[in-house]
């Protein structure tokens, strides 16, 4: 990839979209190439063979899908499903069509198995049923992974990269009540109960679940890694994760620290847990040269900067 390489970010407003646009600009790309959603529906073919026929990206990073917590994914999976699959197909036949070097696609952990033993191997692909609330969107995500390798497989070379991060968050992210995931909902909780000076928060089950948390741009310098190192990798899919997890308990005890909330914790405990462990297996990346380098607090402290000082943040 050149400084000054065609390069289009689909999905640039969003958490990662945002992450990579800003990291490449800093490594001196010069010639990022973004879109908004308003002129660029991506879930119409025609529109992005039109757009990829006029631009030629030489490289695409697919940052564009529909992504929501449980309630959004259990209310709309036919949407979830349709929207996902048609972004991500249009996007591979036109990157085909007009010669792309090299995508790269983002699967998610949540195509592993409801009751994957942990960490979670890349071989635990569809070794046992999904959680059932996020079934469409594993769904797409599944089809993704497995269209990279078959235009690979077909068409030779490896013009599709597959990325599996785990859970992110950062600048950008989704804080709004029905649509956040975990770390950016309990952010926004703790803000507002800051603000409300509430005596107290009360948080779902026991908190020891453990969960893997991943800032946006360690997961963009991951993508800008796999185009650079695409020589090294083979035609399959590469989990991306920091190899650490944290309990529900810590995360809630940092973002007590990070937003300067002054209650005290509580936990209802006859709600339920969820999965005990989700936490990802990167060793195949990792092994590659590649590692994220931000701990988690300062990750939680640049994000809770961003959500002050952002007036547009998604609430
Ligand atoms: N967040 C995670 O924890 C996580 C983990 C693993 C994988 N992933 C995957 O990584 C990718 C990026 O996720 P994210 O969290 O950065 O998502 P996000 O913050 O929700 O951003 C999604 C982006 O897609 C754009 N978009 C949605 N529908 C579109 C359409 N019809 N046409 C054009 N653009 C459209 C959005 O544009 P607007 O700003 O106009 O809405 C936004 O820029 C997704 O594929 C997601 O599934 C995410």
Redesign the pocket.
Known sequence: MQKNSRIYI????????SALVKKLEAYGYTNIITK???N????VQSVVDAFFKETTPEYVF??????GGIIANKTYPATFLH??IS?QDNIFEAAMKHNTKHAVF????CVYPRECPQPMKEDHLMTGPVEVTSEA?AAA?FAGLKACKAYNNQFGGLRFIAL??????GP???FSIENS?VLSALMRRFHDAKVEAKPSITLWGTGSPRREFIF?SDVAEASIFAVKNAGSLENTFYNIGTGADCSIKELAEYMKEVTGFKGSLEWDTSKPDGAPKKLLDSKRFLSLGWKAETKLLDGLKTTYEWFLSSADKRL
């Open positions: 689909a999905g640039h407003t969003g958490l990662l979209g908004p959603r308003a660029l529906d991506l879930t697919i940052a564009a899908g529909l992504t929207t996902n972004m983002y699967g998610s952990s969107y995500k599996v991060p785990n859970s992110m968050y950008n992210d989704n995931h946006c």
